[in-house]
């Protein structure tokens, strides 16, 4: 079994969707809990960062981290085209080395 | 631009070869970590370096192997090139071991012919 297990899609939805993202893990231990978003041929880019359980809202999106359940989950509101990438989870319970989902390819049609 | 500096681009060598991958980290960030990236297995940690020390260790193989220099820019060297060490190569940094996350480079993308 993987550490972090990600659906990784394809996912395609209209615009103005609402986009939902998840992961699961397998270490309890985990702690620090991250969205990455990657376009093609890109580095990864942080999208959110979430310390233990709870929620986090930056504008469209909101994470949500359930650890009693070992599962995070990304939403997206009003997708948009530009918003069409893949996204990666990512956790670490020590900050030394960040494990991360398989990621899940997103489309988001005009 | 993320302000982390890879390079190659790209790198396209023969089976059996040496390479090395070059990574100038963020101003300020003293941690850089090596990830590599192919098709069917994700984002795969190799390992970190904090401020010229190794921290922390992944699936490298050993035939893999990195370093840390004094001004903070790391090199990842592969030897003995297998055509399944074709991938994306990636390095990050950090400003301390990772807190708020890390920053990406745009990648080395290696071709092992």
């Known amino acids: 079994q993987k550490e972090v297990e990600q659906d990784p899609g394809p996912l395609s939805v209209p615009e103005g969707a609402i986009v939902s993202l998840n992961c699961t893990y397998s270490?309890?231990?985990?702690?620090?809990f991250m969205w990455y978003r990657q376009y093609s041929r890109k580095g990864p880019e942080l999208l959110m960062y979430?310390?233990?359980?709870g929620n986090k809202e930056d504008g469209r999106f909101t994470a949500q981290v359930d650890k009693s359940s070992k599962y995070i989950s990304l939403f997206i509101r009003d997708s948009q085209p530009s918003d069409s990438a893949t996204y990666l989870c990512?956790?670490?319970?020590?900050?030394?080395?960040?494990?991360f989902g398989a990621g899940t390819r997103l489309t988001v049609k005009p | 631009d993320s302000g982390v500096t890879q390079t190659p681009k790209h790198l396209i060598t023969a089976t059996g070869q040496r390479v090395t991958l070059r990574c100038s980290p963020r101003s300020g960030d003293l941690s850089v970590y090596w990830y590599q990236q192919s098709l069917d297995q994700g984002l795969q940690f190799l390992i970190h370096?904090?401020?010229?020390?190794?921290?922390a260790k992944g699936n490298i193989l050993e035939r893999f192997s990195a370093q840390q220099f004094p001004d903070l820019h790391s090199e990842l060297n592969l030897s003995s090139l297998e055509l399944g060490d074709s991938a994306l190569y990636f390095c990050a940094s950090s400003v301390e071991l990772g807190v708020y996350g890390y920053t990406f480079g745009s990648g080395t993308r290696l071709t092992v012919v």
């Open positions: 270490n309890s231990a985990f702690q620090y």
């Open positions: 979430t310390y233990s359980s």
């Open positions: 370096y904090y401020n010229g020390e190794e921290r």
């Open positions: 990512a956790m670490s319970y020590n900050n030394n080395d960040m494990r």
